[in-house]
């Protein structure tokens, strides 16, 4: 059986850095996609940055520039370093994996973020 461990949430100022860990457990196939996704109070979760197996990267518009994804293939992991964090910013944060094979897709348990003063 797979799981998802994310750790690195937290309590940050704004402006401040966290960085994002997400490593799966078990046995797991080759991993396309590994994305990051967010989900505030009252608001349907959305995508913050996703990279495929072969490095390509895509980030939503509102933490462009502010959040870098990167994976360990090796690891079957993924990070998001995120910096200049602003209120905005607070959700709880999910990890995915896309498998190359259509199992279906791996969504870690969530790890809170808030930044506040």
């Known amino acids: 059986q797979v799981h998802l461990v994310e750790s690195g949430g937290g309590l940050v100022q704004p402006g401040g850095s966290l960085r994002l860990s997400c490593a799966a457990s078990g046995s797991i196939f080759s991993i396309f996609v590994m994305g990051w996704y967010r989900q505030a109070p009252g608001k349907q979760r959305e995508l913050v940055a996703a990279?495929?197996?072969?490095?390509?990267?895509n980030y939503a518009d509102s933490v462009k520039g502010r959040f870098t994804i990167s994976r360990d293939n090796a690891k079957n992991a993924v990070y998001l370093q995120m910096n200049s964090l602003k209120p905005e910013d607070t959700a709880v944060y999910y990890c995915?994996?896309?498998?190359?094979?259509?199992?279906?897709?791996?969504w870690g348990q969530g790890t809170q973020v808030t930044v506040s003063l």
């Open positions: 990279i495929s197996s072969g490095g390509t990267t």
């Open positions: 995915k994996f896309t498998p190359y094979l259509p199992t279906g897709d791996y």
